[in-house]
């Protein structure tokens, strides 16, 4: 098993910056490929972005494409997304995932049911 624990969230004004982190423990971060998604109020919960195994591969959602970006340092046990030029729309509870299934493939890695383990959530929150 691995646990997950993300920080990082906070205030920030439109145009900003944040960087999430996800601290993992338990079983080696490299085992696991590992997913960003948010959920905000009213909405269901939605994919944000994902990296695979190695690093190799990264995926994002259409919506923070080009202005986020996951990346992970196994060595640290440690997954980031680091988040620029944000919008009010961006504001949600974000959450990291990992999942011990060993494929690449884009469609599987941006679906929350793929993913095993959860943390409890950071929230952002970014006004205009």
């Known amino acids: 098993q691995v646990q997950l624990v993300e920080s990082g969230g906070g205030l920030v004004q439109a145009g900003g910056s944040l960087r999430l982190s996800c601290a993992t423990s338990?079983?080696?971060?490299?085992?696991?490929?590992m997913g960003w998604f948010r959920q905000a109020p009213g909405k269901e919960r939605e994919f944000v972005a994902a990296?695979?195994?190695?690093?190799?591969?990264?995926y994002y959602a259409d919506s923070v494409n080009g202005r986020f970006t996951i990346s992970r340092e196994d060595a640290k046990n440690t997954v980031y997304l680091q988040m620029n030029s944000l919008k009010v729309e961006d504001t949600a509870v974000y959450y990291c995932?990992?999942?011990?299934?060993?494929?690449?493939?884009?469609?599987?890695?941006?679906?929350?049911?793929?993913?095993?383990?959860w943390g409890q959530g950071t929230q952002v929150t970014v006004s205009s």
């Open positions: 990296i695979s195994r190695t690093g190799a591969s990264t």
């Open positions: 995932a990992a999942t011990g299934l060993s494929s690449n493939n884009r469609q599987v890695l941006i679906t929350a049911r793929a993913y095993n383990y």
């Open positions: 338990g079983r080696t971060l490299s085992l696991y490929s």
